[in-house]
């Protein structure tokens, strides 16, 4: 049983346009949510979190927004680089403790 | 350079032997995890540790083993009781345990059973 989804397996966009990358969850315990970005053969590096007291989180081309009711959350990448073509996780938790539970993850293309 | 190293990046086995995969941090983080990544899959916790001597099962535990007897060695050995051992290997550190840590992820073993 799937906790957190990331229902699109790959998105393609075009450089300079947005990407919006979107994520699902069923545990109403989840209160911390991040994002991470995969290359191939690499190990997975943190891009963005927010807590579930916020709505909303910036850090520079990259926002994350939560809807609690929805339960769902979206990372938004603005302007879309080549750079940024890789796989992207969402995670989750609940409590105080570091134990994210992750997505499958989405394939991101962006297109020169 | 702080950092987290696996070692080796690729590595072969025969079915029926354990294998050790090695993880080594030094950014003094208290806390340290194993991850199994499968093709299309998430990253799915195998075990972790929040301090020097202590560990617990994550949800694929079985067919696994782990020591902490170092702060910064966290090592994992697949057993011959892991029934479908191939797969992307991922060691991760946090400083704290606590989850508004960063979690930094080693590069990863790739694991083949032969």
């Known amino acids: 049983d799937q906790q957190v989804k990331q229902n699109s397996p790959s998105l393609s966009v075009q450089e300079g346009r947005i990407s919006i990358l979107n994520c699902d969850y069923t545990n109403s315990m989840f209160d911390y949510f991040l994002w991470y970005k995969k290359y191939p053969a690499e190990g997975p590096t943190f891009l963005i979190s927010i807590s579930s007291i916020k709505d909303k989180n910036e850090d520079g081309r990259f926002t994350v927004f939560l809807n609690k009711s929805a339960k769902h959350l979206s990372l938004h990448i603005v302007p879309s680089q080549p750079g940024d073509s890789a796989v992207y996780f969402c995670a989750a938790s609940a409590g105080g403790s570091y134990i994210p539970t992750f997505g499958r993850g989405t394939s991101l293309i962006v297109h020169p | 350079d702080g950092g987290i190293t696996q070692s080796p990046k690729y590595l072969f086995r025969k079915e029926g032997q354990n294998v050790t995969l090695s993880c080594e941090q030094n950014l003094n983080h208290d806390a340290m995890y194993w991850y199994r990544q499968d093709p299309g899959q998430g990253l799915r916790l195998i075990y972790y540790?929040?301090?020097?001597?202590?560990?617990q099962k994550g949800d694929i535990a079985e067919g696994y083993s782990v020591s902490r007897e170092k702060k910064e060695s966290f090592p994992l050995t697949v057993t011959s009781a892991q029934k479908n051992p191939t797969a992307f290997y991922l060691c991760a550190s946090t400083e704290t345990g606590y989850r508004t840590d960063t979690q930094y992820f080693g590069p990863g073993t790739r694991l083949t059973v032969l």
């Open positions: 540790s929040q301090i020097v001597n202590d560990f």
